[in-house]
Every structure is written in C-alpha cells, then in structure tokens.
C-alpha cells in the first residue's frame, strides 16, 4: 500500500529534469557568511575584521535557546563584519571573507581529498559510535546544523525534546518541492552516509525506530537506501505515495505512522521527530569527521539549458551569481522550489545552509486575477482541513484577530490553495500576511 496523508494535497508536474550527479562548484575567493542562517536569534560574531580564519573555524557562535554556530567555508581574512542586502531583500549581518591564491589552493586540494573519502566506504563508520545522546546534541550544535530542508531550525533543539520521549524518527526524503532534486541526488550518491547520519540522529533524540520515508517517484533513490539500511537494526526505507505536500512534517507523520499532530501541537507531541535527509547528511560528517556544515548540496534548475540543470556541491557564502546558469529573459530567480520557494531579488546574495536550489523562470505574461467564484477548490486541497479563501480575505481586511480565531498559525504556507485556484488569486501571499501579523 501507497502511504500518504487524507486531506488535501495536490500533484504539480514534477519537472524533475535536473542531473542526479553531484557536481563541486568551485570554492569562490570571497565568501559573504549571514550570521543568521537559521530560524531563531542570529549567531554572535566572534571574528573581527582583519583576523585569519581556517575553513570550518567558527565566526559565529550560537546565541540563546534557538540559534545555531556559524562557519568560516573557505581560510582567509575577515574583510568586514557589516551589514549586507541577502537574496530575499531582507538586510542581514554578515561575515565577508577574501582568500588569497595560496589559501584557496590549500582549501581546493583539501577538499577534493575531503569528499574522496566521504565515496569511501570504509572512511568514517559510526556504527558503533561511543557518544551519548547528550553528547550527539552538543557536536551536532557545535557543527551549526540546522534543518535543511527549508525550515531551517536548529537541530540540536529539536532533538532536545524534554518530557515527551519519541519512539521514531523520521527521515524526510520525500522532496515532493518541484524541481528540486538536491535530495535525490544525495541519497542515490551517498545513501551509506544518509542512513549512518539517520541512525545517529535516532540515536541523539532517543529514538528506538528510524523509518526513512522517500516518494516513489525515486526507485533509484529507494533502492540505494534500502540496499544501505539493511545492515541496520530497527530502519525501514518506505515508499510513500507521489503527492504535495508529502514532505510537511504533520502530513508525513500521518502517512507513515498514523498519528496525528493537534492544532497548535509539535510533531514531537505525537513521539515523532522528523529531520530531512541532507541534515543527516550533515549529522554523519559532523560525527565522523568533525567536519561543520559548511556547504550542501543545491539544485540549479528551470528554463535554462538542459546541460545547465545540475546539482552542485555548494559552499556557503557562495555568491548566488558564481553558480553556472544562463539567466533567462524576463527572469524570476527563486530560492527553493516554486510551491513554498521564496523569490531571490539579489542574485550577488550568498548560498545559505537553507538554500535549496535556485529556480530560474521566464514569467511570461503576467496572469489576470478574477473574483473568487466560490468554487471552494482552495479548501478541498488544503492539507490542513482549513478555509483558506476565508483566511485570506482575513488577511487582506487586516483582520488579525479572526485570521487567529480561524487557525492561521497552522497553514503550512505549502501554496496549495493558490495553485488550485481557477481565479488565479494570490490567497497564499494574504495568508502569510494574516500568519504573520496574528502572531
């Protein structure tokens, strides 16, 4: 049987046209590091200008309860500690770093030696790791991993769980986002890594199952984990069903376990902690070879050429205009897939640990909104069971108060309702509004 959620949800066309090869994008000389790359406070710089840093040296650490440690991905100088424009136009403190030509050798020749290794089978088994849960936690903070598939919350608090104890943990690699196959590509090529990472982040949440949940629109991707978790007690690899949103946290506990997370809940209410596949990634590295979350892997996709739609091993800091791509006429550049993809409006802004991929797309005409009709099509694909034509009506009228009597907090912002909507009306766009000032 297909797993996958009951309410909602809808099938886009998946343009999955990217290479399934990972590609390593070149180090640049000049990295621009946002000290808040994650969600919660910003990390705290402790890099000055003029300083010589190492790759992965931390210039930024952890500030409060949510925040995650920031690192330096190339050697260098510290050029400034400013304030820069990032990608969604929003200002942000930022750590800019200028190597010269010997370190960016060094760093080049270490890196390539680096992932040489990760391809390595017998490199870094954790199969036995001696760590305590609690100690997990505190090397997974101080490599500055936080989630990566979009959300961005530091991991090391969402595997703090406190008095709820979780039974299971799940890895997302459903990547139902179109276009991007950043994920994909990370589990056919380093699916050993993927589960190692899996188990450790079972391990530190104190979870005794692991069910890695992957859509079957990937057989290659289902087949390599489940080739890789076979040798592991208490994993399952699970094909769930091809449908949007099957990657949201609330709808993927329901498909795979049954459970069902409360309006106003968190997952791990439900004895579930969800984490997505490049984040256990990240947690294998940090583990097995101390390395930080440095760069990830990024998918470059959409109306450019063919030979162009890659996914590339990225380092953070990375200009976004380094990144090889012929930028189309009349171009919109998203981060992240077009359903929850935010538009980038600064293309010289940096890579982050969030970023996804970069969607580039001819906008073409511009499309004409009509009146609503009535049709409640918004309301049959909400995941959520939620009204949202009455949500962003709330929204536009600057209703804050019934946006929140009518459970705004809890739309997934997944664009279902916009997608779905004959009148071409932006409801996700006065949604947000409404989520954002009902808070």
Same mark, same amino acid.
């Given at each position: 049987?297909?797993?996958?959620?009951?309410?909602?949800?809808?099938?886009?066309?998946?343009?999955?046209?990217?290479?399934?090869?990972?590609?390593?994008?070149?180090?640049?000389?000049?990295?621009?590091?946002?000290?808040?790359?994650?969600?919660?406070?910003?990390?705290?710089?402790?890099?000055?200008?003029?300083?010589?840093?190492?790759?992965?040296?931390?210039?930024?650490?952890?500030?409060?309860?949510?925040?995650?440690?920031?690192?330096?991905?190339?050697?260098?100088?510290?050029?400034?500690?400013?304030?820069?424009?990032?990608?969604?136009?929003?200002?942000?403190?930022?750590?800019?770093?200028?190597?010269?030509?010997?370190?960016?050798?060094?760093?080049?020749?270490?890196?390539?030696?680096?992932?040489?290794?990760?391809?390595?089978?017998?490199?870094?088994?954790?199969?036995?790791?001696?760590?305590?849960?609690?100690?997990?936690?505190?090397?997974?903070?101080?490599?500055?991993?936080?989630?990566?598939?979009?959300?961005?919350?530091?991991?090391?608090?969402?595997?703090?769980?406190?008095?709820?104890?979780?039974?299971?943990?799940?890895?997302?690699?459903?990547?139902?986002?179109?276009?991007?196959?950043?994920?994909?590509?990370?589990?056919?090529?380093?699916?050993?890594?993927?589960?190692?990472?899996?188990?450790?982040?079972?391990?530190?949440?104190?979870?005794?199952?692991?069910?890695?949940?992957?859509?079957?629109?990937?057989?290659?991707?289902?087949?390599?984990?489940?080739?890789?978790?076979?040798?592991?007690?208490?994993?399952?690899?699970?094909?769930?069903?091809?449908?949007?949103?099957?990657?949201?946290?609330?709808?993927?506990?329901?498909?795979?376990?049954?459970?069902?997370?409360?309006?106003?809940?968190?997952?791990?209410?439900?004895?579930?902690?969800?984490?997505?596949?490049?984040?256990?990634?990240?947690?294998?590295?940090?583990?097995?070879?101390?390395?930080?979350?440095?760069?990830?892997?990024?998918?470059?996709?959409?109306?450019?050429?063919?030979?162009?739609?890659?996914?590339?091993?990225?380092?953070?800091?990375?200009?976004?205009?380094?990144?090889?791509?012929?930028?189309?006429?009349?171009?919109?550049?998203?981060?992240?897939?077009?359903?929850?993809?935010?538009?980038?409006?600064?293309?010289?802004?940096?890579?982050?640990?969030?970023?996804?991929?970069?969607?580039?797309?001819?906008?073409?005409?511009?499309?004409?909104?009509?009146?609503?009709?009535?049709?409640?099509?918004?309301?049959?694909?909400?995941?959520?069971?939620?009204?949202?034509?009455?949500?962003?009506?709330?929204? #536009?009228?600057?209703?804050?108060?019934?946006? #929140?009597?009518?459970?705004?907090?809890?739309?997934?912002?997944?664009?279902?309702?916009?997608?779905?909507?004959?009148?071409?009306?932006?409801?996700?766009?006065?949604?947000?509004?409404?989520?954002?000032?009902?808070?």
């Amino acid at each position: 049987m297909r797993l996958t959620f009951k309410k909602g949800g809808i099938h886009p066309a998946e343009n999955k046209t990217a290479s399934t090869r990972i590609e390593m994008q070149p180090l640049p000389m000049t990295v621009c590091v946002p000290l808040s790359q994650h969600i919660g406070a910003p990390a705290e710089p402790t890099a000055r200008r003029g300083d010589k840093v190492e790759r992965g040296q931390l210039i930024g650490r952890a500030a409060g309860t949510v925040s995650a440690n920031v690192h330096a991905p190339i050697s260098g100088t510290v050029a400034s500690v400013d304030n820069a424009v990032l990608a969604d136009g929003r200002p942000g403190r930022v750590v800019i770093i200028k190597a010269d030509e010997e370190s960016h050798a060094a760093d080049t020749a270490a890196r390539e030696e680096y992932w040489k290794k990760v391809a390595d089978s017998s490199f870094g088994d954790t199969s036995n790791d001696p760590h305590t849960p609690e100690e997990l936690r505190d090397m997974i903070l101080g490599a500055g991993i936080s989630g990566m598939g979009g959300a961005t919350f530091p991991t090391h608090v969402k595997l703090k769980t406190g008095a709820v104890k979780p039974d299971i943990m799940i890895i997302n690699g459903c990547e139902c986002e179109p276009y991007l196959m950043c994920d994909d590509a990370l589990m056919r090529n380093y699916a050993l890594r993927v589960v190692q990472g899996s188990q450790l982040l079972a391990r530190a949440a104190g979870a005794e199952k692991t069910i890695i949940a992957i859509e079957d629109n990937k057989p290659e991707a289902i087949d390599a984990m489940r080739k890789a978790a076979a040798a592991f007690d208490g994993m399952e690899v699970v094909a769930v069903k091809t449908k949007y949103p099957q990657g949201g946290e609330k709808q993927l506990i329901a498909a795979v376990t049954g459970r069902y997370v409360a309006s106003g809940a968190l997952p791990i209410s439900t004895g579930v902690v969800v984490d997505n596949v490049a984040t256990a990634f990240a947690v294998w590295q940090a583990v097995a070879t101390s390395t930080p979350l440095i760069e990830r892997v990024i998918t470059v996709t959409g109306d450019i050429p063919a030979p162009e739609r890659k996914n590339y091993l990225t380092a953070t800091g990375t200009p976004l205009s380094e990144l090889p791509f012929t930028l189309p006429e009349n171009a919109k550049a998203i981060l992240g897939g077009p359903m929850m993809g935010r538009c980038a409006v600064n293309l010289d802004a940096p890579v982050t640990k969030g970023t996804s991929g970069l969607l580039l797309k001819s906008t073409g005409a511009k499309r004409t909104v009509y009146p609503c009709i009535r049709c409640g099509a918004c309301v049959d694909v909400c995941p959520m069971g939620l009204e949202p034509y009455l949500l962003a009506t709330y929204g #536009r009228l600057h209703r804050w108060d019934d946006a #929140r009597q009518a459970d705004v907090a809890d739309c997934l912002e997944c664009g279902s309702c916009s997608y779905a909507c004959p009148s071409n009306r932006p409801i996700l766009d006065f949604i947000r509004i409404a989520k954002k000032r009902s808070r």
